[in-house]
Antibody, heavy 118, light 108 residues
């Protein structure tokens, strides 16, 4: 079955760079039409789509965060990495990765809570 | 960017009642690539409906999706106690992908 799990620091300081890793199983990112997305959720607020990488290395970013985000994949390790530069307290929240088969995020990780504070 | 507006913000209903949730898009959602998710406190979102009207695997038949273009609806025919949660719509047709602000279904 498909599973995903996010990992990374729980606490980062303002201006630092956040690196989150999504490790998955049950599918391959070399299979046509497969992608992995990152979505975040500030405490008590709505979901916000961040970035998406496809099997063919095509990627998409949220326009408002494009200059701070980089998404990459390591197919051999079954991992997708998201980096976000210049972290700010408003970036505090739970960060999810999700499998997309076709267009829709269908399987999600449990989420990784990241707090930005000095 | 396609903006998704969900209404109402909160729906207060009793178990057994019918819930009707709305998601309106600022422009047409191509291919009706509109999904609905359920989220309970402390949990990741769970896919309920994809492509506007298709139930995801394992989702009970009381959940139904309808609509096309700019107007979409999630209907829960008879609320069960476990259905009280927050529901989000999500368009995955046009980059940037976007989510609605959510509708909370609370017990009356």
């Amino acid at each position: 079955q498909i599973t995903l799990k996010e990992s990374g620091p729980t606490l980062v300081k303002p201006t630092q760079t956040l690196t989150l890793t999504c490790t998955f199983s049950g599918f391959s990112l070399s299979t046509s039409d497969v992608g992995v997305a990152w979505i975040r959720q500030p405490p008590g607020k709505a979901l916000e789509w961040l970035a998406l990488i496809y099997w063919n290395d095509d990627n998409q970013y949220s326009p408002s965060l494009r200059n701070r985000l980089t998404i990459t994949k390591d197919t051999s390790k079954n991992q997708v990495v998201l980096t976000m530069t210049n972290m700010d307290p408003v970036d505090t929240g739970t960060y999810y990765c999700a499998h997309t088969g076709g267009w829709t995020p269908d399987y999600w990780g449990q989420g990784s809570l990241v707090t930005v504070s000095s | 960017e396609i903006v998704l507006t969900q209404s109402p913000g909160t729906l207060s209903l009793s178990p057994g009642e019918r819930a009707t949730l709305s998601c309106r898009a600022s422009q047409s959602v191509g291919g009706n690539y509109l999904a609905w998710y359920q989220q309970k406190p402390g949990q990741a979102p769970r896919l309920l409906i994809y492509d506007a009207s298709n139930r995801a695997a394992g989702i009970p038949a009381r959940f139904g999706g309808s609509g096309s273009g700019t107007d979409f609806t999630l209907t829960i025919s008879r609320l069960e106690p476990e259905d009280f949660a927050v529901y989000y719509c999500h368009q995955c047709a046009t980059s940037p992908l976007t989510f609605g602000g959510g509708t909370k279904v609370e017990m009356k």
